[in-house]
């Protein structure tokens, strides 16, 4: 009995976490703490973009359905829609409205390890979903925030991508179809995703000439995806297509400006002030590297699935340059559906576990310096937004206690101020270029650029309306002048000056 002991003892076998589990969970720690960093600081602080799209999730619950965001030609209402169900169920808040964009964020980074199993390979297909969600560093900040479609931007890119292979794998009905109305959704959502929708689907077309005959299906169903896009350009004189920026430029100037420094920035290599995080020598180095790396794997690779991830990168910036609008400014954000593209090239580099953790490690390093001269900006007031405080409650408290809820202000107070008091107090925006009197009233003049129309209505039937402003952005001194001379009186709170009416 006693030799027969040892046989019944059950050996119990030693995890041992693959190299591979622990750079994942490596940068799933980094991600969530970069993010709770973003999210607590003041560069998550809420403001006017994202209040505006509250009020549109809060509007939805009350049947009030729009085609684009409010005030613009331009941008899906998809992610406000995908917030509403939130708000009835926990109400209206800036946390519930930006669990959308976080999960979009994270189902992103889902697909994107999808697409890597059928590109780059199952090893390299999880390291690039790790740097997905670590890098690169705008697409992490941005999807902090809910500010319209740029969390739509990288989990359409995934999605797309991901059906692109599937199409090609097996170019049937269903996976036609179904690519169609993701490409119509997707259009309709972002206008920034045909530059990368276009040469996808060239690819899929191109590689595989048998998806062809299932254009019966996946057209009619990229019209059914894109039918409220295509019905609002067609009634309002193709307005959604002629939006222009205010920065004039030509199609050769955004190719220029594209390749730098807007690539190197949306790379992480160059901050939002365009300074290089490394010396300008060694970074440049890096930059061309990275560019003769490219088209060497280009080559390498022009007979397998991975060579639609060139494909789309090497077209993408002739296809944006297109609309006059691809530069608003010189920031990378307009490049952000194509963000998850370079995760998944950077990621096959990442060949044993040595270069996994390099790739890594050098994401976190980007990302963490991209934070943290964003947040020194904002410390030092740029952009203008920044003057805001976190909480605007001392100033809707004075407003009360004024029995003031009628506000003209500035476009970066009034949007907080009508989504943080339920609407409760209106306030709209307007330029205060000048001032008139109507029966025996002080109103600014029209703004013909209010993003909410009904709200300058409101402000326009009332009687009895006050003035918000910033103390270090005021009016000229004669706008103010004659504030005064009408009796409005000055109530100082935070940042704010508030002009009350008289009475």
Not at 185 to 203: D, E, G, K, M
Request: net charge positive; proline share 7%.
């Amino acid at each position: 009995m006693a030799a027969a002991a040892p046989a019944s003892i059950v050996r119990v076998r030693r995890f041992t976490p693959s190299m591979t589990l622990l750079l994942v969970l490596f940068a799933a720690g980094a991600g969530i703490a970069l993010r709770a960093f973003v999210y607590l600081s003041v560069l998550g602080s809420t403001n006017s973009d994202e209040a505006a799209l509250g009020l549109m999730a809060r509007h939805v619950l009350h049947g009030e359905f729009t085609t684009f965001l409010w005030g613009t030609p331009y941008g899906g209402p998809q992610e406000a829609w995908l917030a509403a169900p939130l708000f009835a169920g926990f109400g209206s808040s800036v946390a519930a409205l930006r669990a959308v964009p976080i999960a979009l964020d994270l189902i992103g980074v889902l697909l994107v390890w999808r697409v890597g199993r059928r590109t780059i390979g199952e090893r390299q297909a999880v390291i690039a979903a790790a740097l997905c969600w670590i890098w690169p560093p705008e697409t992490m900040m941005l999807v902090i925030k809910e500010i319209g479609f740029y969390a739509s931007n990288t989990f359409y890119c995934a999605l797309i991508l991901l059906l692109v292979l599937r199409a090609y794998e097996r170019p049937n009905a269903v996976r036609a179809g179904t690519l169609g109305l993701v490409l119509g959704l997707a259009v309709w959502q972002t206008t920034q995703i045909v530059p990368l929708a276009v040469p996808a689907v060239v690819w899929l077309v191109w590689r595989r000439p048998a998806v062809v005959r299932q254009a019966w299906v996946a057209v009619p169903a990229a019209l059914v995806g894109a039918l409220p896009f295509l019905v609002w350009t067609f009634t309002h004189h193709f307005r959604s297509l002629m939006a222009h920026s205010t920065l004039e430029s030509t199609y050769w100037w955004r190719l220029r400006t594209y390749a730098s420094p807007v690539l190197p920035m949306a790379l992480g290599l160059r901050l939002p002030g365009q300074r290089w995080q490394v010396p300008s020598a060694i970074g440049s180095l890096v930059f061309v590297m990275a560019v003769v790396l490219f088209f060497v794997g280009a080559y390498l690779s022009r007979r397998r699935p991975v060579s639609l991830l060139y494909a789309v990168c090497l077209v993408y910036p002739f296809v944006m340059a297109i609309s006059p609008r691809s530069y608003g400014t010189v920031d990378p954000h307009y490049v952000t559906s194509l963000m998850p593209v370079f995760a998944l090239l950077v990621a096959q580099l990442a060949r044993n576990a040595v270069s996994a953790a390099l790739v890594l490690l050098a994401g976190v390093a980007l990302s963490f310096g991209w934070v943290h001269d964003s947040y020194e900006q904002l410390q030092h007031g740029h952009p203008i937004d920044s003057s805001l405080p976190r909480s605007i409650d001392p100033l809707i408290a004075t407003l009360d206690r004024l029995h003031i809820n009628r506000v003209y202000t500035t476009y970066w107070i009034a949007y907080r101020l009508d989504f943080e008091s339920r609407e409760r107090i209106v306030a709209v925006e307007n330029k205060f270029d000048r001032l008139n009197t109507r029966d025996g009233v002080l109103e600014p003049g029209p703004d013909p650029f209010v993003r909410y129309a009904p709200y300058e209505r409101t402000l326009r039937a009332s009687k009895r309306h006050a003035f918000v402003f910033l103390k270090r952005f005021h009016p000229p001194r004669s706008y103010v002048a004659r504030l005064l001379a009408h009796g409005y009186t000055p109530h100082h709170v935070q940042t704010f000056v508030v002009y009350a009416p008289p009475g």
